[in-house]
């Protein structure tokens, strides 16, 4: 009788070691499905998967779990729901034990979410030029016309103006705590541009191109074009 019961109890033991392993992997093979459907722009699909992983956070180890918060954040950030993105960065600060790896994806993301064809003060030049031609149209479609124009420059400007704010904030205190980091630096300088401070941008490009001799470096060209 006993040894019966002994060879109930460990078959019990090995089913629900088999369906813990079974579940690991389901939830191993979401992330990495929400991986791939976050790089064909699915983000809405990937946020869907990488939640469910949320959900069971303490089957992954400490870079895991930061890596699901991120990404969850990353989702959210493409979605437009910014809220919700800074609250799953927030999160993965908590866990990460010097912040880098969440500093880093936020302030990238900000910079992803800039439309950054010109500087700040450029662009400012071309928002204040289409009030300017709305405010002197002489007729409504030319009123129309400018007006719309003056909207578009004029939510891009601000959306930039926020975004490179967040981005400059990140990537300042990554540059503190790794000042030979290339990667923190380049990021780093590509602020300093497009927020029209381009001494400091050539000073941190140089810095980057020292540290690492090729590194990309397109915006410190662009300086002396």
């Not at 019961?5 to 078959?11: C, D, Q, S, V």
């Not at 880093?104 to 439309?115: D, I, M, N, R, T």
Request: net charge positive.
């Amino acid at each position: 009788m006993l040894k019966r019961l002994e060879g109930y109890f460990e078959r019990r033991k090995e089913a629900e070691a088999k369906k813990e392993a079974e579940f690991r992997i389901s939830v191993s093979a979401a992330f990495d499905r929400g991986t791939r459907l976050f790089k064909l722009g699915e983000h809405e699909e990937a946020l869907k998967d990488f939640l469910q992983c949320s959900q069971n956070l303490k089957l992954f180890g400490q870079k895991e779990q930061i890596e699901v918060l991120l990404s969850i954040g990353k989702c959210y950030f493409k979605l437009g729901r910014l809220e919700d993105a800074e609250n799953f960065f927030g999160k993965a600060l908590a866990l990460d034990k010097n912040g880098e790896a969440a500093l880093q994806v936020k302030g990238v993301a900000h910079l992803e979410s800039c439309s950054l064809e010109v500087e700040q003060k450029a662009l400012k030049r071309q928002v204040d030029d289409a009030r300017s031609k709305m405010l002197w149209a002489l007729t409504g479609e030319e009123k129309l016309r400018y007006g719309d124009r003056y909207s578009e420059l004029k939510r891009k400007h601000d959306c930039n103006e926020r975004n490179l704010k967040k981005a400059l904030q990140c990537f300042e205190k990554l540059a503190k705590l790794d000042v030979k980091n290339p990667e923190y630096l380049y990021h780093l300088g590509v602020c300093f541009f497009f927020t029209s401070h381009k001494r400091e941008a050539v000073d941190i490009f140089d810095a980057a191109l020292r540290l690492r001799p090729g590194y990309p470096n397109r915006w410190r060209l662009a300086l002396f074009e």
